[in-house]
Structure formats: structure tokens, C-alpha cells
């Protein structure tokens, strides 16, 4: 079991754009990020879509998946925005009637609710007591395979800074964004890192680091 | 004819580490960042040293040697920190009695002096005018080959800051240094990158990129 942070980043270091905000998470130019990602098949089938390309980008995002054992993301990435939660903690995030995650989904964030159950048996597990919190819940639901941080920034960021993650794979995509969200922030841990892995395409280089303790 | 930036950085975008200053250049860490380098063939000969691996690092290293018709630096990576150069401007860089450069260097400096030969027939320029000038004095120099900015920090930013680079080399070390100097500061441009060509090693990773315009 390893605790993974997969996260799309500029070649500057940003994982958003200027002015990212609840009603725009992805900031200024921010949707470049992740471009690459769109027309996989591997990114299509979980989201209802059919065909899509058989490339080595879909080979990294269909290895992702197998290994996932549970999910870890914020909660804004959870809710898309400033939309209905906001004003009604119960109202549903953005993932629609059949969410893309094969895996229970545990949610950062400051209002306890009850479990949201997905079509397939898994759920949204909405976690009040903190990232380690999380990470326990999330490890006992993976088993053998492996935890991810999804994302966001924040939540990517905390783990981080907790010094909790055991890999890092960076989706470098081929754009400066100039300013907004960097992924390392101020305070985050200094140390070595292994290469484990790196995959090039036209569209994204996928670097994959083992964190050294 | 292509103005390159070619420079070591950490995964989390730091050229230099903590406390970098005139006595200490790279920073805590920094020496990190150029491990990669100095066990290469490529490295060792124009410093005068036998031997040393012959890898694709090593390729990488003499590619951009055979490129690079002209170079263009910082005063600080002339002088090597604090030395003699704060108190007399006419003394020697730290580069000693053979630098290992096959080119003309332009150095970029607030304190006019004389060129300074180098065995060979080329030499360290001084250009107090600012970064353009020494632009137009290396592509000048360089004919068809390339001009490369070979840093520091402050040079390889300037350069970004007025985006006149055609071309980023960043040879990415796996290391964290978790604060420092940034390659990517605060008033760098935004705007598309072309992956060039990706090599990884288990020691370092080069990205190449071209500047879209």
C-alpha cells in the first residue's frame, strides 16, 4: 500500500491558474492542465463516454486505476465549486448519478454528513477529522492496493506538508501558467526522491518519484 | 539561431535551496541539483579531468556543447560568489586559467571592464547595458548556433521575465529543496510550451521544450 499524490502541473509549478475560486477551481488557463487527459479511453469509459485514444497517456491513467484501492480529495474538488453546497451540505457534488470512481471516495471536509452511496456499492465517505483521518479510513477500505490523492491543490498540498506521501506522480503538462495555485507551496518538506518512472507523449510527460525516508 | 535557458532545477522549482547568498550561491541543498553532472565525460573533459560515464546524460551534455555558439551568464556565476570581485572589479572569476567554455561568454555585470581572454582565442565579455545587448552581442558571436543562457538563477529569470527564450532545457533533479530560488518567480510570462524531446536517466530527467508564440 502506498499513499499516492497524481496530480496534472504546469512546467511552472502550477496545479491552477491566476484566480482560481470556488466558481472557477481551475483559474486562468487552468483547463490546459488538463488536456491531455480528455480523449483517452481510459478517461471516456468511466465517465460514460465510448472510444477515445489507446495511447501510452492511456496506458499511465489505466495502471492508475487498477492499483486505487480507496480515493482521498478535497472537498471542493468533491462539490465543483461555490454550486448548491454551499447553501445545503446535503446537496450532491458534481459527479452526476454515476460518478467515475471504481473505489470508495473519501472527502476532506468541515460538514459531517451521512455516506453517499454510488451505484456498484462503493461510497463518498465525507471525512471531518482531519487528513490522517482520512488516510487511516482510506488504507483499511484499499487493502493491498494503493491510496490516492486525487486532488485538489489543498488537499494534494496538505498531504504534502504532512510528509504522509510515498509516491508522487506528476502529470507535467507542456504550458506556463504564470501565476495561481503552485503545488509547493511555502512549507512544504525538503528531501530526496526517487525516479521511479518517466513516460513521454506529445501531449504530457508523466514523471513518477518514490519519496526517500 | 535559438536563445536557450538550459538549468538544473528540483522537482518542486527551485534552482537554488534555502539562504542562498553571495558566499553560498546554491543554497542548502543546492549541490543536489548538480549531481547528475559532474560524473559525465562530457562534464569532466572541458574541466581538465579524465575519465567518466558515457551515458544518455552524458549525450545530452555534449549535444548542447556542440550547439551553443555563444554563452551568456551572471555576474554571479562569473565571480563564484563573494570573492575578490566585490572588493576588485578587475579580479579573476572563479573559472580559473582554463575555463570551460569553447565560446564567448557574456557575462552581465553593473561594473564595466575589459574583456578577459581565455586560452584559445575566446573570452569573458562584460556587458553593463543589460540583457538585450548581450543578446544581440552572443547571437552575433554564435552565427548559426544556438545562445545559451547557462544561468544563474537571476539571468535565466530575466531572460524569462522579457520571454526571449526560443527554447528550455530543464534538467530536473529528484530532490526537493523545499524553499529557496525559484526559477518560475512571481511576473513570468504564461503561454504554450511544444514538448521538444524527453530523456530520463535514474539520475535526472531533460525536459526540452520550445516556446510557442
Known amino acids: 500500500m502506498s499513499l499516492i499524490s497524481d496530480i496534472s502541473v504546469s512546467v511552472d509549478g502550477f496545479v491552477a491558474g491566476p484566480d482560481a475560486d470556488l466558481d472557477d477551481p481551475l483559474g486562468r488557463g487552468g483547463?490546459?492542465?488538463?488536456?491531455?487527459?480528455f480523449g483517452l479511453a481510459s478517461w471516456?469509459?468511466?465517465?460514460?463516454?465510448?472510444?477515445?485514444?489507446?495511447?501510452?497517456?492511456?496506458?499511465?491513467?489505466?495502471?492508475?486505476?487498477?492499483?486505487?484501492?480507496?480515493?482521498?480529495?478535497?472537498r471542493r474538488m468533491y462539490s465543483g465549486g461555490s454550486g448548491p453546497w454551499e447553501q445545503d451540505s446535503n446537496a450532491e457534488g458534481w459527479w452526476g448519478e454515476e460518478p467515475p470512481f471504481?473505489?470508495?471516495?473519501?472527502?476532506?471536509?468541515h460538514h459531517a454528513r451521512e455516506p453517499k452511496p454510488m451505484p456498484?456499492?462503493?461510497?463518498?465517505?465525507?471525512?471531518?477529522?482531519?487528513?490522517?483521518?482520512?488516510?487511516?479510513?482510506?488504507?483499511?477500505?484499499?487493502?493491498?492496493?494503493?491510496?490516492?490523492?486525487?486532488?485538489?491543490?489543498?488537499?494534494?498540498?496538505?498531504?504534502?506538508?504532512?510528509?504522509l506521501l510515498d509516491e508522487l506522480q506528476l502529470h507535467v503538462a507542456p504550458v506556463r501558467l504564470g501565476d495561481g495555485v503552485r503545488l509547493f507551496a511555502p512549507g512544504a518538506p525538503a528531501g530526496s526522491l526517487e525516479i521511479d518512472r518517466v513516460v513521454a507523449s506529445p501531449a504530457v510527460t508523466h514523471l513518477r518519484y518514490r519519496v526517500v525516508r
Open 44 to 74: 471516456r469509459d468511466p465517465h460514460g463516454l465510448e472510444g477515445g485514444e489507446t495511447t501510452p497517456d492511456d496506458d499511465i491513467v489505466r495502471e492508475g486505476r487498477s492499483r486505487t484501492g480507496a480515493v482521498i480529495m478535497g
Open 120 to 163: 456498484g456499492g462503493n461510497a463518498f465517505v465525507f471525512v471531518t477529522d482531519g487528513i490522517e483521518s482520512a488516510l487511516e479510513q482510506a488504507r483499511s477500505a484499499a487493502g493491498e492496493r494503493d491510496v490516492l490523492v486525487a486532488g485538489g491543490a489543498g488537499a494534494a498540498q496538505q498531504y504534502l506538508a504532512a510528509d
Open 31 to 37: 483547463e490546459q492542465l488538463h488536456e491531455w487527459i
Open 102 to 109: 471504481a473505489t470508495n471516495v473519501y472527502v476532506l471536509t
